[in-house]
């Protein structure tokens, strides 16, 4: 089944500016905001700004140009933020939620890049 993208998504009303956001970077492709719950010190939402649900919507059917620009606006944050290990940063947390056992609340993709303390194990096993 195709996606189908829910214009009405809180997301989409962010990049239409009908909802503020806390901006920290924006390219012609790509926009990063903070998260307005945040897990961890650095919380930074980043969204391609193009239709689409989730990360494999997007990486089968963006063009080669988004999906270059969103990597890079992500490591271009990543850097902003000064968390990447090899600039002696602490590290960091990618996750992209997708559908229902990813538990996604908002259908427009957005990689989430979680830093600033200890993160722990990547999954609660308890949960399994
Ligand atoms: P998901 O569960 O879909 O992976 O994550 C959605 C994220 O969007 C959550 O971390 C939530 O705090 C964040 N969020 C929801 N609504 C808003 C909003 O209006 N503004 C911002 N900046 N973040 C939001």
Same mark, same amino acid.
């Not at 924006?26 to 650095?42: C, G, M, N, R, Y």
């Not at 990597?71 to 590290?91: W, Y």
């Given at each position: 089944? @195709?996606?189908?993208? &829910? &214009?009405?998504?809180?997301?989409?009303?962010? !990049? $239409?500016?009908?909802? =503020?956001?806390?901006?920290?970077?924006?390219? +012609?492709?790509?926009?990063?905001? %903070? +998260?307005?719950?945040?897990?961890?010190? #650095?919380?930074? !939402?980043?969204?391609? %700004?193009?239709?689409? *649900?989730?990360?494999?919507?997007?990486?089968?059917? @963006?063009?080669? @140009?988004?999906?270059?620009?969103?990597?890079?606006?992500?490591?271009? *944050?990543? %850097?902003?933020? /000064?968390? =990447?290990?090899?600039?002696?940063?602490?590290?960091? $947390? !990618? !996750?992209?939620?997708? /559908?229902? +056992?990813? *538990?996604?609340?908002?259908? #427009?993709? #957005?990689? #989430?890049?979680?830093? /600033?303390? /200890?993160?722990? $194990?990547?999954?609660? =096993? @308890?949960?399994?």
């Amino acid at each position: 089944m @195709a996606y189908s993208y &829910d &214009d009405q998504n809180i997301f989409a009303k962010i !990049l $239409r500016d009908e909802i =503020p956001n806390d901006t920290v970077y924006e390219t +012609d492709h790509s926009l990063a905001f %903070k +998260d307005i719950t945040p897990q961890a010190p #650095h919380h930074v !939402l980043v969204i391609p %700004k193009g239709k689409y *649900v989730c990360f494999d919507h997007f990486a089968n059917t @963006a063009s080669d @140009a988004e999906i270059v620009d969103y990597i890079r606006a992500i490591g271009e *944050v990543c %850097k902003m933020l /000064g968390i =990447p290990p090899g600039d002696g940063g602490n590290g960091y $947390r !990618l !996750l992209s939620n997708a /559908g229902q +056992d990813g *538990v996604q609340e908002v259908p #427009h993709l #957005h990689v #989430h890049i979680v830093a /600033g303390r /200890g993160l722990g $194990r990547m999954l609660n =096993p @308890a949960a399994s």
